[in-house]
């Protein structure tokens, strides 16, 4: 007895982000397998095909960030009718800072079955070869390039207690630097990945004092992971500083309950110690 017939499915497949050889043998059987093949560059994709040895004629599609949209409603339509789409991006997992994100919403809002065969990512890779703390990170992808929008986002990296990886563009990379180090400090540690996992792989580890120097010794090329070390804790505050503080809301009149939130919150000190000092406070 032969069995069934694959059901039709979105099929998310991690592709090399630089060494060929890590093209893992269930991406290559999902790929043979697949009915439709969507790439983000088809010409790409037919290139890495052809180094697995796997026919590509007649199943190409090109779902791009330029037409994702009016593509998802194909994609949907063959998965339905119970074809296996298998989605490729350039590099990496499809809907991490690439096309991907739209097919799969488009699927599950259809209730259809989305697979994903997991592999590279410059994000981890990155992430683990920094050196910085892994247990808690935040993936910011690429910033916005101009307007609020970054100077927020640049606000908050400031302060991010979690290791930060962020994506650069060659070509904004010495001006990305520059903001970092305004809104960081000298101080802050970073990494600066690029080719990663190919012949010339490079990972340039040390504080955003010295980062500008670094970038500018050589003409940037291809796409950077900018992994950016946690801030520091701020010092805790001393009982001194916490009665001075509490005093001097006192004396302005505050209740001890409000005096109490107002210095917790300047000193980000938790509000049962201060509590406790604005009470004896009010006792001297």
Partial sequence: MTDPTPAGALILVATPIGNL??????????????????????????????????????????????????????????????????????????????????????????????????????????????????????????????????????????GERRTTVLFEAPNRLVATMSDLLASCGPLREVAIARELTKVYEEVWRGELSEAAAHITAATPRGEHVIVVAPAPAAPAASDAEIDAHVQAALAEGLSTRDAAARVARDLGVPRRRVYDAATRGRRT
């Fill in 21 to 158: 050889g890590d093209l893992s043998p269930r991406a290559v059987e999902v790929l043979r397998g697949a009915d439709v093949i969507a790439a983000e560059d088809t010409r790409r994709t037919r290139a890495l095909l052809t180094h697995a040895g796997i026919p590509a004629a007649g199943r190409l599609r090109a779902v791009h960030a330029h037409n994702e949209r009016e593509a998802a409603h194909a994609v949907v339509e063959a998965v339905a009718s119970g074809r296996r789409v298998a989605y490729v991006t350039d590099a990496g997992m499809p809907g991490i800072s690439d096309p991907g994100e739209r097919l799969v919403r488009a699927c599950l809002d259809r209730e259809l079955p989305v697979e994903v065969v997991p592999g590279p990512s410059a994000v981890l890779t990155a992430l683990v070869l920094s050196g910085f703390p892994t247990a808690r990170f935040v993936f910011e992808g690429f910033r916005p390039r101009r307007g609020p929008a970054r100077r927020e986002r640049l606000a908050a990296l400031a």
